[in-house]
């Protein structure tokens, strides 16, 4: 099928970024790598504008033959993009994958490998990713557990990468779209799914901290209990649901604390309501609810304000403190 130059321009404005415009000329190195870099960190999706010509007549021009023995010639853009990102990819996996056992002997060369032999796969050409590999181990021993290994391991795995290029041998076949596609889909995932999860992981470590934080100052500064512990289990329910959705217990048991505290709060402050009322009233604790009424009426009588026109400012309050602490009693009477 003849590839269309329109087309190709279209794809790469759209999501040349992805790599869709290489997944159309069927470029699908390219396109690998452009989904894993963004473009070539975008440095190389705008540099392409220049050369999709040459690609669609590339795609629409297979049929040229090559010596065996030929060699495609030497690029410094090309050498350079291998080291930049064997080192991207070196990065990548520091981040991801470091907890895993035997991290610098197997791990990060492997991975340094990959995004090396991804640019050396780009287009027509490819190299010997069995070679590369062996000298990306042998100089991951000479510069084990340091964190400046993967430069030069990227640097050894270029250059050897670099050596043993050669031109791909032409398919008879072709794999159709869905196929390709799925090949794709699994390099994607097998490169996001662990730099995924390390920023899940983060972020969640990152939200138990500034909660915790949140939590002790609000400890810190509990002048007012109802306010504060209302506020906390605002602050911090995003937190609980976050737990409980990766499996955590912070629902089951620490929002329940954190409830908890608020109902010991309005207890508090209920028991300390109940105290003054009955202050107020002149009664002990243990009076009963005709003890309550009796005083009731005698102090409102005593302090109504038609009954204490001199001082009617002090009797009008004196009544309302009154009605409050009767209507506090009365209620908490009725309930029993």
Request: hydrophobic share 45%; with cysteine; net charge positive.
């Amino acid at each position: 099928m003849v590839k269309s130059l329109l087309i190709t321009y279209v794809l790469w404005a759209l999501g040349g970024l992805l790599g869709l415009h290489h997944i159309y000329l069927r470029r699908d190195s390219h396109a690998l790598l452009w989904m894993v870099t963004f473009g070539g960190f975008g440095i190389g999706w705008i540099r392409e504008f220049w050369q999709l010509p040459k690609y669609v007549h590339n795609a629409n021009h297979k049929t040229i033959q090559r010596k065996r023995n030929q060699q495609p010639s030497m690029k410094v853009i090309h050498a350079f993009g291998q080291f930049v990102v064997g080192i991207y990819f070196g990065i990548i996996a520091l981040i991801s994958l470091s907890p895993l056992s035997g991290f610098y002997i197997m791990v990060l060369p492997f991975a340094i490998t990959l995004g090396v032999h991804l640019v050396a796969n780009v287009g027509e050409e490819t190299s010997d990713i069995k070679v590369t590999i062996m000298a990306s181990f042998v100089t991951s021993i000479i510069f084990y557990g340091r964190p400046i290994a993967t430069v030069p391991i990227s640097i050894v795995a270029s250059v050897v990468s670099a050596q043993h290029r050669r031109y791909k041998t032409p398919s008879s076949t072709e794999d159709n779209l869905s196929v390709r596609l799925y090949r794709l889909g699994l390099a994607w995932l097998a490169f996001t799914i662990p730099i995924s999860y390390c920023i899940f992981h983060n972020t969640t470590i990152t939200v138990t901290y500034i909660t915790d934080t949140i939590s002790f100052i609000l400890d810190s500064v509990r002048i007012f209990p109802l306010v504060s512990g209302l506020l906390e289990s605002i602050l911090l329910l995003p937190y609980h649901t976050w737990k409980l959705s990766i499996g955590g217990t912070g629902l089951s048991l620490g929002y329940n604390q954190e409830w908890e505290k608020i109902f010991a709060s309005i207890s508090a402050i209920q028991t300390e309501k109940e105290r003054l009322a009955y202050e107020v009233l002149g009664l002990q604790q243990e009076a009963t609810f005709e003890e309550i009424n009796k005083s009731y009426r005698e102090l409102v009588k005593r302090w109504h304000p038609d009954h204490n026109q001199h001082n009617e400012n002090e009797a009008e309050q004196q009544f309302l403190e009154i009605q409050a602490a009767y209507e506090i009693l009365n209620k908490k009477k009725g309930n029993r």
